[in-house]
């Protein structure tokens, strides 16, 4: 029984992961894109995959990666997303410099690119946060909260930065994708019940 | 003898006439006066992306199927512009923004209309967009970035009202 539940749980991921990237993959607008745009969309659809990932880690809810060992994948991932945000970043800046420059000073005439930014400049911070963790000494409590604070930034902004998108992406896989990014964060919040650090007194 | 008594006829047209009175002082307020005319364009954020100055005028942009229309008038009077040069670039099925054959430029009619035909525009960097200018030095320059309500049209318009400068 666990063995099929094991099952089911990958199939069901893999399906989630694989489709999004295969159909943008397979998108009409890359026939008259550069390798350089497609890539840099690519990369951003990657990263909205390992996004999803990491709440799953992170709850040790994968089979065959319980807490210590999810944990540990999780870092990994999250290095990961850090490297696909700053191709997607980089790719789209060889693209269209004045846009990219537009976006990142929040004076884009379109509204997906703040969300975007700020979905960047969180992630770089949540990564920098955990990376710095040992060095600044960060007492846990602090680290939890200030982790888990940018985490949700970055999943908010980074689910509303691709819904408004009209991009390589399909709309039904797009929305699929950023509904589970959506409650498996939340579902992760409610079990590791971050939230009672805010509750409880300094110890 | 005329009778003093007002008819109904009378009464119906001096009410008619107190409410356009009314109405038209009504919209004196509410409606600038005429002298004050057409306020001008400003330029749109991110219009002036990938603009490369000087593009040629062209009988059409790359193979065509697409058409970019518009119109030019001055500001405050609401002239058309005849022999305006407006400049227009897009990413397409034929080139990204920045490729110098993904822009061209056409001149205004009598009527201050312009239409360029060009290649159908793509979603790029998120929505299905075009870019015009207005760079010469008769008027202040104006840059415009319409969004298509859906990447299938076939055509897209932007209108100029332009500042002398």
């Known amino acids: 029984m666990a063995s099929t539940r094991a099952v089911l749980i990958w199939g069901a991921l893999a399906v989630a992961v694989i489709v999004p990237v295969a159909i943008a993959a397979h998108s009409p607008l890359l026939a008259w894109r550069s390798p350089v745009y497609i890539a840099a969309g690519l990369a951003g659809v990657v990263a909205m995959t390992l996004v999803l990932f990491q709440p799953l880690l992170v709850g040790g809810y994968l089979p065959g990666l319980p807490r210590p060992r999810g944990r540990r994948l999780h870092r990994w991932v999250g290095a990961a997303l850090v490297t696909a945000v700053a191709l997607h970043v980089a790719g789209l800046w060889l693209t269209s410099p004045p846009d990219v420059i537009d976006a990142l000073l929040f004076v884009s005439p379109t509204p997906f690119s703040a969300w975007g930014v700020i979905a960047m400049w969180t992630v770089f911070a949540a990564a920098s946060l955990a990376a710095l963790r040992r060095r600044l000494r960060l007492r846990p409590r602090v680290w939890r909260l200030g982790h888990t604070a940018l985490v949700m930034v970055v999943v908010l902004g980074s689910v509303v930065h691709a819904l408004l998108i009209e991009g390589t992406m399909g709309t039904v896989s797009k929305v699929v994708l950023c509904a589970l990014i959506l409650a498996v964060t939340v579902k992760v919040l409610l079990d590791l019940r971050t939230w009672a650090l805010l509750a409880r007194s300094w110890r | ?165």
């Open chain 2, 1 to 165: 003898m005329t009778r003093e008594h007002a008819t109904r006829r009378a009464f119906l047209a001096t009410g008619a006439a107190a409410v356009a009175t009314l109405a038209t002082a009504a919209s004196g307020l509410l409606v600038p006066a005429r002298a004050q005319g057409l306020a001008p364009t400003p330029s749109m954020r991110g219009g002036a992306n990938n603009y490369l100055p000087g593009a040629p005028i062209v009988e059409r942009i790359g193979g065509g199927g697409f058409w970019m229309t518009g119109s030019v008038r001055r500001a405050g009077d609401g002239a058309p512009l005849q022999g305006v040069r407006i400049q227009i670039w897009a990413h397409t099925t034929e080139g990204h923004e920045r490729d110098p054959h993904s822009h061209g430029a056409t001149l205004t009619d009598a009527q201050g209309r312009f239409r360029l035909e060009m290649p159908q525009i793509v979603p790029a960097f998120g929505q299905p967009h075009g870019h015009l200018a207005y760079d010469d030095a008769a008027f202040e320059t104006v840059f415009l970035r319409p969004v298509m309500p859906s990447s299938r049209d076939t055509s897209l318009s932007a209108d100029f009202v332009l500042q002398p400068a």
